[in-house]
């Protein structure tokens, strides 16, 4: 019973470790480098969508970079 307490104590510190390190769960994640140029409505060109995805992380709606086309703008 210690070692389940433990346990659970652990994960649920580690959760707020986490969540006050202000990043965002979902914005963990790496893009492959297959280069498929897309271009942002900011103007610059990213590596593929995953790259235009991940610059997007965490930000806000209003402030989200849309693909303005496919390749290099």
Known sequence: MRL?????TLAVFLFFVHFSS????????????LYDPVCGSDGKTYGNSC????A???????AKITQAG???C
């Open 22 to 33: 202000g990043l965002p769960l979902l914005c963990e994640f790496a893009c492959i480098a």
């Open 51 to 54: 790259e235009l995805s991940l």
């Open 4 to 8: 389940f307490g433990a346990i659970v």
């Open 70 to 72: 496919h390749g290099t």
């Open 56 to 62: 997007n992380c965490g930000k806000p709606d209003s």
